[in-house]
């Protein structure tokens, strides 16, 4: 019963105050309503400006590459490498995860790498829905 006693003062205070004009002017108001839908289109189109991700190995700059991509709340990775995310002056990996490093070894940096993108977002690898590989010159895959 409290409840309904509320919202039905509630209610006819409203309904005195709009009908009074509030004394505040029309034009006042769409004016304020202007403003704050301009800043929530501006929100919205911001949140679909891709945000860049990356490392700072060479080739990012050299071939305009990209680790990662986020649009919006979806997150796009390209290309990972088993490579040493951190790197010299010049761009270079300090150290050489691919030179003799057989599969294994290589996929196990490479998922770490992304995992480091991921990070970079907030994101996990519990957060991946799809996950496409290549690989180049197949070998014996028992070999250790």
Not at 28 to 33: F, G, H, L, S, V
Not at 97 to 118: I, S
């Amino acid at each position: 019963m409290n409840k309904i006693y509320i919202i039905a003062c509630v209610s006819v205070l409203l309904i005195t105050a709009v009908l009074s004009g509030c004394g505040v002017d029309e034009a006042k108001m769409q004016e304020i309503a202007r403003i704050e839908a301009e800043k929530v289109m501006a929100a919205h189109n911001r949140s679909f400006t891709p945000e860049k991700f990356n490392f700072g190995v060479f080739w990012e700059d050299e071939f305009s590459f990209a680790q990662a991509n986020k649009v919006g709340n979806m997150i796009f990775l390209a290309g990972q490498l088993p490579h040493d995310t951190e790197v010299d002056a010049d761009g270079n990996p300090l150290k050489d995860y691919q030179t003799g490093k057989n599969f294994e070894q290589q996929l196990r940096q490479t998922l770490e790498n992304m995992k480091k993108v991921l990070a970079n977002y907030g994101a996990t690898m519990d957060d991946v829905v799809f996950l496409q590989h290549f690989i180049m010159y197949p070998i014996n895959w028992t070999e250790k």
